[in-house]
């Protein structure tokens, strides 16, 4: 079993910026993906970025949050950070946190979520 605990959502004013993170506890070996989804009410959950721990640590972000988010992480603390700047009305959504072992290759677990609220 994984544990991840999530930090940092809240309410911002348009053009500024959060700083998610997630601490992840249990079965963790040295390979594996981490890092953030989201879902807006009534929409599908979506990825937003992940990071490998592998390869210098491989990053993969959503078109829409490209230039804008960065996703990084701590290997020794296994956590993952996600620093969101300009952020947009459309990036209000529960974010959720992921985590998937890929050596050998786990289950996904999904943290509880943390709601970012970005408005005027």
């Known amino acids: 079993q994984v544990q991840l605990v999530e930090s940092g959502g809240g309410l911002v004013q348009p053009g500024g910026s959060l700083r998610l993170s997630c601490a992840a506890s249990g079965s963790i070996s040295r390979f594996y993906v981490m890092g953030w989804y989201r879902q807006a009410p009534g929409k599908e959950r979506e990825l937003v970025a992940t990071i490998t721990t592998t390869n210098g640590g491989t990053t993969n972000y959503a078109d829409s949050v490209k230039g804008r988010f960065t996703i990084s992480r701590d290997n020794a603390k296994n956590t993952v950070y996600l620093q969101m700047n300009s952020l947009k009305p459309e990036d209000t959504s529960l974010y959720y946190c992921?985590?998937?072992?890929?050596?050998?290759?786990?289950?996904?677990?999904w943290g509880q979520g943390t709601q970012v609220t970005v408005s005027s």
């Open positions: 992921y985590f998937r072992r890929v050596v050998p290759l786990g289950p996904n677990y």
